[in-house]
């Protein structure tokens, strides 16, 4: 009972760490798409937008991420979350 108790914990766990992974996902999608227009740096939506996106864009900017014109660090960020979400779902496969 406890042991079935401790895995749907465990699931349940690993299920919001997938679920807050998508939307970081998604909050670096929005962040890199508004970059393309030039945004009000006053509205509060793009404020909150760049304040959740920037740690992980100052830890991909270590490496140059530029072509061109064309900024790959969104690009970046989505492959190493995707691979973190698919690492943690086949670990709790394994696990359980």
């Known amino acids: 009972m406890i042991d079935m108790l401790g ?3 465990l699931l349940s766990v ?4 997938q679920i807050l ?3 970081y ?8 798409l ?4 030039n945004p009000d740096p006053y509205n509060p ?14 830890l991909v900017r270590i490496i140059p991420t530029r072509i061109g ?13 995707q691979f973190i979400n698919i690492l943690i779902g086949n670990i709790s496969r394994l696990a359980l």
């Open 7 to 9: 895995n749907s914990f």
């Open 14 to 17: 690993i299920g919001v760490i």
């Open 21 to 23: 992974i998508n939307a």
């Open 25 to 32: 996902m998604w909050v670096i999608i929005i962040t890199a």
């Open 34 to 37: 508004i970059s393309w227009v």
């Open 45 to 58: 939506i793009v404020q909150i937008l760049y304040k959740l996106s920037a740690p992980a864009y100052r």
């Open 69 to 81: 014109a064309i900024d790959l660090a969104p690009l970046i960020i989505i492959i190493i979350l």
